[in-house]
């Protein structure tokens, strides 16, 4: 009898609204922050576990899009050095991971939250048909906690439509280690359109690791914590009322703290390009002139987050394809909405 567990599961990337920024100890963030589950940005992992036989060494292999990639499969290794801990059983088996992305991983679009979401996702799955345990709460929150230790953002991709990471007093049940959905949400977030510019598709010149180590130390990390309190305090009662206007200003006011953080580190730098800041002026002076509820946010990197409500879909589409369109690099944009998060896929 063949006695390989197979588990396969498509895990969405999420947009932050209020920012993940400085982290300690094992991934521990310094501040809470609060995200959107995105739909079409996801990956798909397929796992296969073979029990490796008595004192047998236990293999990883790894393919993306079908293919041997050295870079991921070194990291793949590292994460499973960092969770032995938590997943013992993993020793006792030989793993092959294919994953796949349907955004390319060299697009601008941060990968490592989907990536790393369905690959927990698939070892928590796995722990549970070994202990034959079912997919209950805790295994979503075994599943967070495995994705927080290989891309801490990717501890909120696990809940959908909105997800929050890290302690707060405004929230019950908070917690460092994983996430957990943020209930009674407004049906407008719930559906909420992100249409993604891809302004520079290059790496970045400094990644995100560097970036929150940056935090440590950094002359206005007291006042980044005081303000991400401020701005949760705001926006999770504006998310269950459906204050749209609320949740667009602490959006942008986020987006640009995250990127004013990084040109205040020693060494500053800069992640935003020129386009980035043509785009958010457009879009400021696309609100004023037509009181649509259009606004902005970014990640660590160039490119342009747009967000707004279902029921604009098609005029702020039209208006991004004339008019921002040439900001993007080969006109890429991905036209990407809320959702409610992983899929468990026939294996
Ligand atoms: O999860 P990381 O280490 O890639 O950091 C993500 C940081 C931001 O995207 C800038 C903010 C966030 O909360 O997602």
Known sequence: MDSTLTTAWRSPSNIAIVKYWGKHGHQLPANPSLSITLTHAFTETHLAATPAGNGKHAEIAFLFDGREAPAFAERIRQYFGKIAGHVTFVKDFHLSIASSNTF???????SSASAMSALALCL???????????????????????ARIGSGSGCRSVYGPVSLWGETSLVQGSSDTHAIPVSNIHPVFETLCDSI????AAAKAVSSSAGHALMEGHPYRNA????V?????HLLP?????????FGKIAEAEALSLHALMMTSDPSYILMRPHTVAVIEDIRAFRTRTDFPVYFTLDAGPNVHVLYPRQYATQVQEWIQSSLISYCVEGRVIHDHAGNGPVRLPS
């Open 197 to 200: 510019l891809i302004v520079d």
């Open 224 to 227: 980044r914590i005081a303000q």
């Open 124 to 146: 928590a799955d796995l722990q549970c048909m070994i202990d034959g345990h079912p997919r209950d709460a805790r295994f979503w929150q075994i599943a967070s906690e495995l």
């Open 238 to 246: 504006a998310m269950q009322q459906g204050d749209i206007e609320t």
């Open 229 to 233: 309190q401020s701005h949760l305090q």
């Open 104 to 110: 390319p991983h060299s697009s601008g679009i941060a």
